[in-house]
């Protein structure tokens, strides 16, 4: 691959598809890889620590289901949405791998702030940064009660900020239900959140 044609796909990816960078990494394309991965490991990262509530778990899981997409490369088609086909194999790798290997989620500290981090953008004020993570670890453990599949909707949705049809895509579901689990997801949250002696 010529050196041109990188600094091509890197200077110009935000132009680009999802489903443009994949077939390019499809023909193993490493630029266009590198750019898919530039836009979707934060999400990864962010889907396994609400899930798992382990930062390392997290991180690991994310670079595990890289790792995997770029071996799989081959066998995405352009009739499905590049989402679907990560967040499918984001699922499939913490249902295979993860999920019976840890407890319920009880959100460690330093899952906390790294979801801090992932959500906020980052506070300059010290003070207000610590507000933050505490807020997000009261949502965290209010999240970790919910069902797994409730706490995916809720990930997608409200913390990645996906359309609903993409999210319905993404977890193989009608579009009705993914309004139906939110509306019941945000109506047990304002529950929990107003009932802190109900968090783990």
Partial sequence: MNQ??????????????????????AND???AFEALVGRYRGTLV???AWVSGDRHLA????????????SVRARYRPSSRFRAFLMTMARNHWIDRVRYQVRRPDLAPEAA??????????????VESAKNSE???VLARAVSVLSEEHRE????????????ADVASSLGVPEGTVKSRLHHVLRRLRVLLGSPEALP
């Fill in 4 to 25: 041109s044609h990188d600094a091509d796909v890197k200077e110009g990816s935000g132009g680009l598809t999802d489903e443009d960078l994949m077939l390019r990494s």
């Fill in 29 to 31: 394309d490493v630029a």
């Fill in 46 to 48: 962010t889907y396994f």
């Fill in 59 to 70: 991180e690991d899981g994310a670079q595990e289901v890289l790792v995997k997409l770029w």
């Fill in 113 to 126: 702030e790294l979801l801090a981090d992932q959500m906020s953008g980052g506070f300059g004020d010290p």
């Fill in 135 to 137: 807020r997000l670890r």
């Fill in 153 to 164: 909707t809720f990930i997608l949705s409200c913390v990645e900020g996906w359309s609903h």
